[in-house]
């Protein structure tokens, strides 16, 4: 358990913490994501860290959204060094 964690909403800071990225990709079914998203309505630590979270993710997306696509062999070698860790 994080020190201070807080539970809110029936979830514990480190479960948001846990589905965030899943939350901000929505890739969470609907009940989930209510329930993540009441805990951080709830709790002021897991809203300004999920906030900045969030902001930086998108940013990341838009600077990244026009970069020149990777070489077949490249992506592929990166995949497979990915599956790894």
Known sequence: MLKNERVVGGLSCSAVLADLSRLV????????????????AGCEVC??????????VRALREELRDCEPLE???AARLDARLAKL
């Open 47 to 56: 809203e300004r860290f999920g906030s900045r979270f969030a902001g930086v």
């Open 72 to 74: 077949a062999g490249v």
């Open 25 to 40: 990709d929505g890739e969470l079914p609907r009940s989930e994501a209510a329930r993540l998203r009441t805990h951080v």
